[in-house]
């Protein structure tokens, strides 16, 4: 079980790798990183899925229903628009070669 | 081992490669040389994780057996419609909506991340211990809210609400909402152990719904990524909150890493805007900006565009200040073209990029990169800065408080100590703007009064190709 001080701790060393990434990023990159970790959120279908996998009733089905549904698009439209942003940035050197 | 064992296992073992890709593919992110391949590894992890919680039907609860197959099919249903309707819209979507585009995708994990909650509260509680319970609502209230205020930040962007709505002492309204909300939340979890009547828990949901709305009306256009950033950073909170909840260490991980990222940006963001946070949200800067017309005309020195052109041609060095009107008036591939016809004449030629250049940090960097503009002749303010002194031509091309010296000298100017690019130091300066209108910030920009500062008026795509043709004829035929 992952309560208490583990748990802590998990959300205590995540919080520094965040940090840390975002830390070195030139400001070039601020769009599709905002826009990648918005992506990298969208993880919550999983949890969502799980909810509704164990729904219990017309009314857990139907909020799980639409958290799955929410929680997909957050993952695929994170995903999509990224990458989009993302080839799109080329150096002088690439273009000649 | 048996099926169940088996099952939840893999479950883990996803999760855990699921963690890993993720922090790993926004490591490659967070350089452009690696950027595209980050989005990709991340990209697996999601698709390992969604795949394997699909094994979660070995492992349901016994309540929920005899729904099980109900279950899964609203399952796939729900999965396939969510993703194919983002995977559309995130295909089609301008690069100058992005920024909306990354609000209403954030509003949906927030939603889920509520929905999560939702559900967790209307079982009644039933197995939650007191800290559980604690976390789930809390993680509740920042996903709803997030949900809300996602869609109005949205909707504004978007140009479905215009204006600011404000009314008289709305924060001791925003406020009382919020309080309330909280304290609800606080009595269905410490006052009825999780057992609360269906309806005040619904009402805790609406009361934070009404909040995130309540908290974004009142902020300007100008303001709104800053907002975004926020917004995403309260939905990663959630999802790693809600991920606790649920026992599941891939969400914890993700979700507090975004949560943390994402404060982190928005602090940057607020400071490339010489604003707090606090003062973003709560005072209502950002809206004067529909105001229109400056009274002061006589000084503008208009030129025309072609003149403009022939005179950067035979410049040593020019730096090029763009802005979010450049975006608007679709100038960036004629802009890029000129600019590659400057490089052809050994004209030295770099991009200024304002850390709140468009519509969100980074913004006009990926709006030139879709035009084709390499990376590698477009600098941060910071670096460039020092720069504009030996510049023969700046030339400002849609872009207003971003350039206005008003903030380096005029204490009693709203935007006064925003850090600004230095464009009035180069020998000429062109502007080119549609009109005499002024800035998002409703302030009246100095630097168009200059004696080296010429008014180049039209729409930026027509302007561009003026100086194109002014040059090309200048060159002949070769």
Do not use: C
């Not at chain 1, 919550?44 to 139907?62: H, K, P, R, Y």
């Not at chain 2, 020195?301 to 730096?319: C, E, L, Q, T, W």
């Not at chain 2, 030339?395 to 000298?409: C, E, L, Q, S, W």
Request: net charge neutral; glycine share 12%; proline share 3%.
């Amino acid at each position: 079980m992952l309560t208490g001080f583990i748990a802590l701790y998990i959300f205590m060393l995540a919080a520094f790798t965040g940090y840390e990434i975002i830390g070195r990023v030139p400001s070039i990159l601020h769009t599709p990183l905002m826009s990648g970790s918005n992506f990298v959120h969208g993880i919550v279908v999983v949890g969502a899925l799980f909810t509704l996998l164990n729904a219990t009733s017309i009314t857990e089905q139907v909020i799980g229903f639409f958290g799955v549904l929410l929680g997909a698009g957050n993952a695929a439209g994170g995903y999509v628009v990224t990458e989009r942003m993302l080839q799109m940035f080329k150096s002088s050197d690439k273009k000649k070669a | 081992m048996s099926t169940p064992q088996l099952a939840s296992l893999i479950i883990d073992a996803a999760f855990l490669a699921a963690a890993f890709l993720f922090i790993y593919g926004l490591k490659r992110m967070s350089s452009p040389v690696t950027a595209a391949s980050g989005i990709r590894v991340a990209g697996l992890g999601m698709l390992v994780a969604v795949l394997a919680s699909f094994l979660y039907v070995f492992s349901v609860s016994e309540a929920a057996l005899p729904h099980r197959m109900v279950n899964v099919i609203l399952a796939a249903v729900a999965l396939i419609l969510g993703l194919s309707w983002a995977w559309i819209s995130g295909k089609r979507v301008e690069m100058t909506a992005m920024p909306q585009m990354v609000a209403l995708y954030n509003g949906m994990g927030g939603g889920a991340a509520a929905a999560i909650g939702a559900v967790e509260l209307f079982r009644a509680g039933e197995d939650l211990a007191l800290i559980p319970l604690v976390v789930t609502i809390i993680g509740s209230l920042i996903g709803a809210i997030s949900l809300s205020g996602s869609l109005i930040a949205w909707a504004k962007l978007d140009g479905r609400i215009n204006g600011t709505w404000r009314i008289k002492g709305q924060q001791a309204l925003n406020g009382t909402v919020f309080v309330a909300t909280l304290a609800l939340g606080l009595y269905i979890a410490l006052g009825t152990h999780g057992h609360a009547p269906v309806a005040l828990t619904a009402l805790f949901f609406v009361g934070a719904l009404i909040f995130g709305v309540l908290m974004t009306m009142p902020i300007g256009g100008a303001d709104m990524p800053v907002v975004i950033s926020l917004f995403n950073a309260f939905t990663g909170l959630a999802v790693g909150f809600e991920g606790f909840v649920l026992q599941n260490p891939a969400l914890m991980i993700a979700g507090m890493v975004v949560g943390s990222a994402g404060t982190l940006l928005t602090l940057l963001m607020a400071k490339a805007m010489n604003r707090s946070v606090a003062n973003v949200i709560f005072s209502n800067f950002g809206a004067t900006g529909d105001e229109q017309q400056g009274e002061i005309k006589g000084s503008m020195k208009p030129v025309d565009a072609g003149d403009a052109g022939i005179n950067m041609r035979y410049a040593s060095k020019v730096i090029i200040a763009p802005g979010y009107g450049l975006a608007v008036a679709q100038a960036q591939h004629k802009l890029y073209e000129f600019v590659k016809l400057l490089q052809d004449a050994g004209v030295e030629v770099k991009f200024a990029i304002h850390p709140v250049a468009g519509r969100m940090p980074g913004h006009m960097n990926v709006l030139l990169a879709e035009a084709g503009v390499p990376y590698d002749i477009i600098y941060d303010m910071e670096d460039i800065n020092g720069e504009f002194k030996e510049a023969d031509v700046a030339i400002v091309i849609g872009a207003n408080d971003t350039v206005n010296p008003a903030a380096r000298t005029n204490k009693s100017s709203p935007i006064y100590g925003m850090p600004i690019l230095n464009v009035d130091q180069a020998k000429q300066v062109y502007v080119v703007k549609r009109g005499q209108g002024k800035g998002y910030s409703g302030v009246e920009n100095e630097l168009f009064f200059a004696d080296n500062t010429n008014m180049v008026y039209g729409d930026a795509q027509k302007v561009m190709v003026s100086m194109i043709q002014a040059v090309k004829s200048l060159d002949g035929g070769h």
